[in-house]
């Protein structure tokens, strides 16, 4: 039987927690939907828990590192995205962090296709004139038209497992796609693609052939028809190829005046007062966005300007909001589950207690 240990979770992730109770941990679930402040994680962290259960809400850093200092083991994180924990300072204490890759990869590709469909096809625009009873006809052209997404390119900009995920999608649309990513080309991947387009294209499934190349990223943004985000959130210093305001005025501008972006990565990867230039002086035709760089998104953000409502699309950070990928306690299903494995591994020293043969823990470099 597992010693005692205790977890203070910064918010409630379900019955995975029940794994955890039933094996002997004592857990304390912070009871509100909204973030805890940050003085009790701060708190709970010094009175002495060996597991911290974090949203990426949470600010973990050398304060609650140092709190936890000689008791705490492990920072779990519901999230795959972890720019919420300082890196840095988890290997300066050497505290272990785990996050719950693969169980979102689908959930959030469906769901960034999904707001691109919404986006092109403007369903959003569409059930507003049904509601509001200003559906008065039917015209060929009249009030306003959508953009098919078939046959159309689309950039995947970061092709880990997310942005692969939406290649599969945007194929089963007849996509062309258009790739990159500085650090990780899966040439594989792109080749098994382009020969299921080819297969489908002489077996009569898709009329027309389309294709799939990886191209450096100016080449992506001048060419794509829609653009899908698709990277973590990485500051200078943090990379080589830093991701913050990666879409910044001058890369927005690159874009045609007819594309689409969408982003369901994090909300600093676009500098929002660009975006919201860029769509009130039509330099690309519509965004939707799932993340922002202040969430929830504030009220009085240029984004929230009735000026560009028809084409901007916002989510409140929404696309792994699905019942079994948020919820599952099965650890190959669920992000709860996911998260839960990851803290018993590191505090019940699974793997022989080899933190760098522990699946779910991100900073192995550390030990
Ligand atoms: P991943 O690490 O598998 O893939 C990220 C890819 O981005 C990597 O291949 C990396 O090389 C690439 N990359 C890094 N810097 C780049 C740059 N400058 N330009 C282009 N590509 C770059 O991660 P993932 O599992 O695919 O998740 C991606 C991100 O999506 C997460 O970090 C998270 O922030 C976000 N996310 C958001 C939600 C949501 O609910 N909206 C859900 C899941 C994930």
């Excluded at 092109?120 to 009249?142: D, F, I, Q, S």
């Excluded at 984004?303 to 190959?332: G, M, Q, V």
Aim: contains cysteine; hydrophobic residues 40%.
């Amino acid at each position: 039987m597992p010693e005692h240990f205790r977890v203070f979770a910064t918010c409630d992730i379900g019955e995975a927690l029940d794994v955890l109770r039933k094996r002997g941990y004592q857990v304390e679930v912070y009871p509100d939907p909204e973030a805890p402040p940050k003085a009790l994680i701060v708190e709970k962290a010094r009175s002495g828990i060996d597991g911290l259960i974090t949203t990426i809400r949470d600010q973990i850093d050398a304060e609650v590192l140092e709190a936890g200092k000689g008791r705490l083991k492990v920072v779990s994180q519901l999230a795959v995205g972890f720019d919420n924990i300082n890196r840095a300072d988890a290997n300066r204490y050497k505290i272990p962090f785990t996050h719950t890759a693969d169980v979102l990869t689908e959930a959030t590709a469906e769901f960034a296709f999904f707001m691109l469909g919404d986006l092109a096809r403007r369903l959003w625009t569409a059930e507003h004139l049904t509601r509001e009873n200003k559906w008065g006809y039917w015209h060929p052209y009249l009030p306003f038209l959508g953009d098919e997404v078939t046959g159309k390119t689309i950039a995947i900009i970061g092709t880990g497992r997310i942005g692969l995920a939406m290649i599969k999608k945007c194929a089963g649309f007849d996509m062309n796609i258009l790739c990159y990513d500085p650090a990780y080309e899966n040439h594989e991947y792109v080749k098994a693609i382009q020969e299921t387009m080819d297969l489908r294209h002489t077996r009569g499934i898709q009329k027309e052939k389309t294709w799939i190349k990886y191209v450096p990223f100016e080449e992506a943004l001048v060419q794509a028809d829609f653009v899908s985000v698709h990277v973590p959130l990485l500051r200078e210093g943090e990379s080589q190829t830093p991701t913050y305001h990666l879409f910044n005025e001058k890369n927005l501008r690159k874009m045609k005046p007819t594309a689409f972006l969408v982003n369901t990565s994090r909300g600093p990867v676009i500098d929002e007062n660009a975006l919201a230039r860029a769509l009130k002086e039509n330099w690309i035709a519509g965004a939707a966005l799932d993340v922002y760089e202040k969430e929830p998104l504030p009220a009085d953000s240029p984004l929230r300007d009735p000026a560009i409502e028809d084409r901007c699309r916002l989510l409140p950070h929404f696309a792994s909001a699905a019942k079994i990928t948020r919820l599952s306690p099965d650890p190959n299903k669920g992000m709860a589950g996911r998260c839960v494995q990851g803290l018993i591994d590191v505090l019940e020293k699974n793997y022989g207690g080899d933190v760098k043969k522990m699946p779910y823990v991100v900073n192995k470099e550390a030990f």
